[in-house]
């Protein structure tokens, strides 16, 4: 039989009811604060976040020094795992592999040997086949931490001692940056260069109260030095302004837009071809090569004919235009838009301010805190070594006293039960001073002569003085700071092979955004087809004999013209709105293609009136039924969104019923009353929105059809039958007045539908 499920009697005693909701927000709190101090931000004093800092601190633990041969990733991996980072041994590996990786990160703090992986995203070799050690920049960042120079805390198992932050004296957290997701709050931090973060510090111990802009790079004063912006370890060109990068920094959110480098490479003959030899960070080489293959595929890229990849140690990809006369900078700028070849490294400098608050910093907050932990570090250090300075100057004391009774010491160490006692009753010595004569060896006996140890006693005590006037002189405690920088700043400078800047900064140039769009879009013929119901659709080439289109049942044409998928379609309705639609994103020509009402938002009570390639250069007059009408430049009334733009303002039942394009000097009005006016074009005002003025004056009825002409050529019309009619200047005098006039009948032989075109 099962054993029973259920409590015995009295087993509620300890159940204790909990509000769900209290006890959901206290666990996920912690487990965000946990997230955010513990895994996602780094600390603004050395820019590490734990499990980079405990990979440097096992490695130094192991004495893996730049100077000292490499050691398996294993024992690394396992080391730190074992005794500092209770997590997986995947995730470490991946932070060790990142550390050591000189196109992720600028100043690398892990010395790899082996596969580590490469920029086209392939994943490192195994830990078991790789080897490494520290680099210069991760020896600085622990220099002093065994002199007392940072605190330590027990590890996870209480079994060792691990620091809470490293002595840190390379600005590791914007030389490096930083990336991280923690609960509700991220942070990205882009890698800067250690020479203009050094100058940039220096600024800032002699003149505390600097803003950000003293503190960046200023064309103007170039030999201020300072910061110039982000230096990314795959180069690239920022093409962000200055005032904006400055911005950026004031306020710790912002971002730097990053474009590849390239060149053109002449090939003889008029033809070239166009080498990219950098990329912007963090893009993956091998996906970036695929998405413009796919854009090639997709007809997306007409000027770009074919890509190859050329890259060995160094990038070299390939760009063949489709011919010698595409223009370089205009392909280019199409790719720009379209690829990862522009990309946009954000700014959000959210760090662990003291190791304990997380909040978003300025340029110059981070700064100031890594300065003032450099001096925090420095007076601890002073302190430990003046620690020990006090205790060898001590042990000395006691061997001068030794040395000055070396046979009496001698005696009592061969008689005496006690010598200790006896030696510090009989010379007044310290418990520490008896304890080193009694563990001196017989061989130091020789050594121990009077002159050495006074001046190794004279050179501590002048020591001692030293650092007693560094720790009770601010003044000299950042001195000191200042200098300690200037080191670093020698061994990182700009003219080391480590140090230069890798990227570079320009303008972008102010290219023709019509000329890259037409660039994005394979230019083909098109016939645009609207049928009366607001069906659209685009059939391939261009097609005379619109007699043939098959139409839904109830449906017939509406207008049908000839265009070219790099055309801009512009839709006049009903309601007086304009709806742009790209020549290339029509629905295709099988079936009956798609509602216009599904790819615009136009109106349920209005109907298409017309459709047109758009034409910048070209002005059109519009009209309601009312004959209210103006002229309006085609420039004006192109729409960039769905809603479309609204152009002539029409209240039911009155519509907008014309569009006439402008040319000439004179207009003629026909009305359905079937009375003609002609008056000069300039009488009709220009706008680009409005109701426009009265064209034609009717009693009932409304305006039929509009000609533009010019009048020295007279105007002219055709029948139903396609004669030709032709009234000269002379001829319409009779016709002739100023707008807004009510006009005389039509002449003989004016078409019976009231058009002019039959």
């Known amino acids: 039989m099962g054993q029973s499920l259920t409590p015995p009697s009295g087993g509620d005693d300890h159940i204790q009811p909990v509000d769900l909701k209290a006890a959901l927000e206290e666990r996920y709190l912690a487990y965000a604060l946990s997230t955010i101090m513990h895994r996602a931000l780094p600390d603004v004093r050395d820019g590490l976040k734990p499990v980079h800092r405990r990979i440097v601190h096992a490695m130094s633990e192991m004495g893996l020094r730049p100077n000292t041969s490499f050691k398996k990733c294993a024992r690394i991996v396992g080391d730190v795992m074992g005794k500092f980072h209770p997590h997986g041994d995947a995730s470490i590996y991946d932070a060790l592999v990142r550390l050591s990786q000189e196109f992720a990160i600028r100043y690398p703090l892990v010395d790899g040997q082996g596969n580590f992986?490469?920029?086209?995203?392939?994943n490192a070799a195994a830990m078991r086949y790789t080897?490494?050690?520290?680099?210069?920049?991760?020896?600085?960042?622990?220099?002093?931490?065994?002199?007392?120079?940072?605190?330590?805390?027990?590890?996870?198992?209480?079994?060792?001692?691990?620091?809470?932050?490293?002595?840190?004296?390379?600005?590791?957290?914007?030389?490096?940056?930083?990336?991280?997701?923690?609960?509700?709050?991220?942070?990205?931090?882009?890698?800067?260069?250690?020479?203009e973060l050094c100058d940039a510090a220096l600024h800032l111990i002699r003149h505390p109260e600097a803003t950000v802009e003293d503190l960046l790079y200023d064309p103007a004063n170039p030999q201020k030095g300072g910061i110039e912006g982000p230096d990314f370890p795959t180069g690239g060109i920022i093409v962000e302004s200055r005032a904006s990068m400055a911005e950026s920094y004031r306020t710790g959110r912002g971002g730097f837009r990053v474009r590849a480098r390239w060149a053109s490479e002449e090939l003889g003959r008029g033809g070239y071809q166009i080498v990219i030899t950098e990329i912007p960070y963090q893009v993956q080489k091998s996906r970036l090569i695929e998405k413009i293959a796919e854009l090639l595929v997709a007809r997306k890229l007409p000027l770009l004919e074919d890509i190859r990849d050329?890259?060995?140690?160094?990038?070299?990809?390939?760009?063949?235009?489709?011919?010698?006369?595409?223009?370089?900078?205009?392909?280019?700028?199409?790719?720009?838009?379209?690829?990862?070849?522009?990309?946009?490294?954000?700014?959000?400098?959210?760090?662990?301010?003291?190791?304990?608050?997380?909040?978003?910093?300025?340029?110059?907050?981070?700064?100031?805190?890594?300065?003032?932990?450099?001096?925090?570090?420095?007076?601890?250090?002073?302190?430990?070594?003046?620690?020990?300075?006090?205790?060898?100057?001590?042990?000395?004391?006691?061997?001068?006293?030794?040395?000055?009774?070396?046979?009496?010491?001698?005696?009592?160490?061969?008689?005496?039960?006690?010598?200790?006692?006896?030696?510090?009753?009989?010379?007044?010595?310290?418990?520490?001073?008896?304890?080193?004569?009694?563990?001196?060896?017989?061989?130091?006996?020789?050594?121990?002569?009077?002159?050495?140890?006074?001046?190794?006693?004279?050179?501590?005590s002048k020591e001692k003085a030293e650092i007693e006037a560094l720790l009770a002189s601010e003044e000299k405690q950042w001195q000191t700071v200042a200098w300690e920088i200037g080191e670093v700043k020698k061994k990182f400078a700009k003219a080391t092979e480590i140090g230069k800047r890798r990227s570079t900064f320009a303008d972008a140039p102010d290219a023709d955004i019509e000329a890259i769009q037409q660039a994005m879009i394979e230019k083909e013929p098109i016939t645009v087809v609207i049928s009366e119901k607001g069906w659209i659709r685009a059939l391939k080439g261009h097609i005379s004999d619109t007699s043939t289109l098959q139409f839904k049942e109830g449906d017939a044409l509406k207008v049908a013209f000839p265009a070219q998928t790099t055309d801009k379609i512009l839709v006049f309705t009903t309601g007086g709105k304009v709806y742009t639609l790209g020549g290339d994103k029509l629905p295709g020509g099988r079936g009956h293609g798609e509602p216009l009402r599904i790819i615009v938002d136009m109106e349920n009570d209005q109907?298409?009136?017309?459709?047109?390639?758009?034409?910048?250069?070209?002005?059109?007059?519009?009209?309601?039924?009312?004959?209210?009408?103006?002229?309006?430049?085609?420039?004006?009334?192109?729409?960039?969104?769905?809603?479309?733009?609204?152009?002539?303002?029409?209240?039911?039942?009155?519509?907008?019923?014309?569009?006439?394009?402008?040319?000439?000097?004179?207009?003629?009005?026909?009305?359905?009353?079937?009375?003609?006016?002609?008056?000069?074009?300039?009488?009709?005002?220009?706008?680009?929105?409005?109701?426009?003025?009265?064209?034609?004056?009717?009693?009932?009825?409304?305006?039929?059809?509009?000609?533009?002409?010019?009048?020295?050529?007279?105007?002219?019309?055709?029948?139903?039958?396609?004669?030709?009619?032709?009234?000269?200047?002379?001829?319409?005098?009779?016709?002739?007045?100023?707008?807004?006039?009510?006009?005389?009948?039509?002449?003989?032989?004016?078409?019976?539908?009231?058009?002019?075109?039959?």
Not at 117 to 122: A, L, S
Not at 141 to 155: K, M, S
Request: with cysteine; aromatic share 6%; proline share 5%.
């Open 117 to 122: 992986g490469n920029i086209d995203g392939d």
């Open 131 to 195: 080897e490494a050690k520290m680099t210069d920049v991760a020896s600085l960042l622990l220099e002093g931490i065994d002199q007392d120079a940072v605190d330590f805390r027990p590890t996870y198992n209480e079994e060792d001692q691990e620091p809470t932050v490293l002595p840190g004296a390379f600005p590791n957290l914007l030389a490096n940056g930083a990336t991280g997701i923690a609960v509700g709050m991220a942070t990205s931090i882009p890698p800067h260069n250690a020479h």
């Open 310 to 460: 050329e890259s060995a140690e160094d990038i070299r990809i390939v760009l063949v235009p489709k011919s010698r006369s595409v223009d370089a900078g205009i392909l280019m700028e199409s790719l720009f838009k379209l690829t990862e070849l522009e990309s946009r490294i954000p700014l959000n400098m959210n760090v662990l301010s003291m190791g304990r608050v997380p909040r978003v910093m300025g340029l110059n907050e981070v700064l100031t805190e890594w300065l003032a932990h450099r001096r925090d570090v420095l007076q601890r250090r002073s302190r430990h070594r003046l620690a020990a300075i006090d205790r060898r100057l001590e042990i000395l004391g006691g061997y001068l006293v030794a040395y000055l009774n070396i046979d009496e010491v001698i005696r009592i160490i061969r008689e005496e039960d006690e010598p200790k006692v006896t030696m510090m009753e009989r010379f007044s010595l310290t418990d520490l001073q008896a304890e080193s004569i009694l563990n001196m060896r017989l061989r130091s006996l020789r050594k121990l002569e009077e002159f050495e140890i006074r001046t190794e006693f004279d050179a501590l």
């Open 607 to 758: 109907d298409v009136l017309t459709a047109f390639v758009h034409d910048p250069a070209r002005k059109l007059i519009v009209s309601s039924a009312a004959g209210n009408g103006f002229v309006v430049a085609e420039g004006d009334i192109v729409a960039n969104t769905r809603k479309g733009k609204q152009v002539m303002n029409v209240a039911m039942p009155d519509e907008a019923k014309l569009v006439v394009p402008v040319k000439g000097d004179h207009v003629a009005v026909v009305g359905e009353n079937r009375k003609m006016l002609v008056f000069p074009l300039v009488q009709i005002p220009e706008m680009a929105r409005g109701k426009g003025v009265r064209l034609q004056r009717y009693k009932d009825g409304g305006i039929s059809d509009i000609r533009c002409f010019a009048i020295a050529d007279g105007l002219v019309w055709e029948d139903s039958a396609g004669r030709v009619f032709t009234k000269s200047k002379d001829e319409l005098i009779e016709w002739l007045a100023d707008r807004a006039s009510a006009g005389r009948v039509v002449p003989k032989g004016f078409p019976r539908s009231g058009k002019f075109s039959g």
